[in-house]
Nanobody, 127 residues
Framework: QVQLVESGGGLVQAGGSLRLSCAAS????????MAWFRQPPGKEREFVAA????????EYANPVKGRFTISRDNAKNTVDIQMSGLKPEDTAVYYC????????????????????WGQGTQVTVSS
């Protein structure tokens, strides 16, 4: 049974930093592309960042480029996202997602292509 568990969310002031972590079980993470999505209050879920199964390729949504960094440790089956320069508009529930891929450079950015999802962790940025 595949399980993704996010941690690290919380309340932070604008300009601050947070590091979210996603622990995967029931899968060999080195076979899966991983991503972070978020759902702001009253809005649709949106792509944040993704990383290829080897970690060699990454993609970021434009609003977070230069502020967020996604990384993974396949030995530990974890994927993290370091968020800096946080803004009130970053307030959302953040979700970890995984999808199997046989391609080492594939970095999917579409939510519909991800099969496994965590329960989410709340990030609130105060102004």
């Amino acid at each position: 049974q595949v399980q993704l568990v996010e941690s690290g969310g919380g309340l932070v002031q604008a300009g601050g930093s947070l590091r979210l972590s996603c622990a995967a079980s029931g899968l060999t993470s080195g076979n899966y592309a991983m991503a972070w999505f978020r759902q702001p209050p009253g809005k649709e879920r949106e792509f944040v960042a993704a990383i290829s199964r080897t970690g060699g390729s990454t993609e970021y949504a434009n609003p977070v480029k230069g502020r967020f960094t996604i990384s993974r440790d396949n030995a530990k089956n974890t994927v993290d996202i370091q968020m800096s320069g946080l803004k009130p508009e970053d307030t959302a529930v953040y979700y970890c997602a995984a999808r199997y891929t046989s391609y080492s450079t594939v970095v999917p950015t579409t939510a519909a292509t991800y099969v496994y999802w965590g329960q989410g962790t709340q990030v609130t940025v105060s102004s």
